[in-house]
């Protein structure tokens, strides 16, 4: 049986309630504030319950709530306030404290037993919870340091370090032919197909933890054949036209190998999502040999691009309020950067067509 503490001055108000609960209860008895710390210090960890009394000889509720949550009590029992008076002020000031309920004088035996039942119920539910996320986060924590001593054995050694100059090569090959090309485009149309171009080398932590999730050993081998994306580039690029013409281009070059494309505009993601990728191997040359590395390719317009940027502060941040509503509206936002960006690309055609 879970104990309740009954808190009191006056012993008819005890005893009463002592009657409506020890059925179901083991019920403690304490006549002012300082008996009641006493009997917490006592029973903290087997106490489910407080009905508290406000107006008391030597320390009052208000003391005794704020000596609980002095202890760190507080947030572990729910505390019920046993009370003839009526004020908001005061029922507002105790809510404001930490306390859980009211049960007003007289009593009924009903409304007292329903509430300190639905009180120790969900103060279980809240201790069941918050234990649950305090151990999944030590469980995080633990994967996290796994994760660090993998990563840092990586880096310490050479073939590792020696690999992620090899893909940090791959990617000044691919941004300096898609530099050429947009020289090129320059020259001849007098217009460029990209913007700007954005590149990223995968940590060692990304690309430990990405290993452990497909049930890898964190081997160089397994970084070259079973990893596609150590190496990124992002291509952002004004009108949706230009991505294709550029794609069309860049991997009709005879060194390049196309070994995957996933057109995210023509079939957008489901949360709206819309980029060009391709996954290419390019040669580097190095002193002694020429060998090809993978790099995954993004193309976007400078909208999708914009509304990527959103998206991942939101899969990534936590605790977001109304976060369903917000994937809501980022998937009518998506459906809307569309419609403008070939409307933007309509306009820049008529414009192009007057100057013939």
Not at 127 to 143: G, S
Not at 238 to 243: G, Q, R, T, Y
């Amino acid at each position: 049986m879970q104990r309740i503490l009954v808190v009191d001055d006056a012993p008819v108000n005890r005893e009463l309630l002592k009657d409506m609960l020890e059925v179901d209860y083991i019920v403690e008895l304490a006549e002012n504030g300082e008996e009641a710390v006493s009997k917490l210090q006592v029973y903290q960890y087997e106490i489910a319950a407080i009905l508290l009394d406000l107006q008391m000889p030597k320390m009052d509720g208000f003391a005794v709530v704020e000596e609980m949550e002095r202890c760190g009590w507080l947030s572990n029992i729910p505390v019920l306030v046993i009370s003839g008076e009526q004020a908001t002020e005061t029922e507002n000031r105790c809510f404001e404290m930490g306390v859980s309920d009211f049960i007003h004088k007289p009593f009924d035996m009903t409304i007292v037993r329903n509430r300190i039942k639905n009180a120790v119920e969900l103060f279980n539910y809240k201790n069941k919870l918050e234990q649950q996320v305090e151990r999944q986060t030590q469980r995080l924590h633990r994967q996290y340091r796994i994760i660090q001593m993998q990563s840092e054995k990586l880096k310490e050694g050479r073939p590792f370090n020696d690999l992620m100059m090899q893909y940090q090569s791959a990617i000044m090959e691919v941004e300096t032919k898609l530099r050429i090309l947009n020289a090129e485009f320059s020259m001849q149309y007098n217009r460029n197909p990209f913007e700007s171009i954005k590149s990223r080398l995968k940590s060692p932590e990304s690309i430990y933890e990405k290993l452990t999730r497909k049930g890898l050993p964190a081997t160089v081998e397994n970084i070259k054949e079973k990893l596609a994306d150590v190496a990124g580039v992002r291509v952002i690029c004004s009108f949706p036209d230009d991505i294709y013409r550029l794609v069309e281009l860049f991997i009709r070059q005879d060194d390049i190998i196309l070994l995957k494309k996933k057109d995210y505009i023509k079939s957008p993601k489901s949360n709206g999502y819309r980029s060009l990728h391709i996954i290419i191997e390019i040669p580097i040359f190095l002193s002694s040999e020429k060998i090809y590395r993978k790099v995954e390719v993004q193309f976007r317009t400078i909208a999708m691009d914009f509304w990527a940027s959103l998206e991942h502060k939101l899969k990534y941040k936590k605790d977001v309020q109304n976060a369903e509503e917000i994937v809501k509206k980022l998937k009518a936002c998506a459906d809307s950067i569309e419609m403008l960006d070939y409307q933007m690309q309509e306009v820049r055609n008529e414009i192009d067509r007057a100057k013939e």
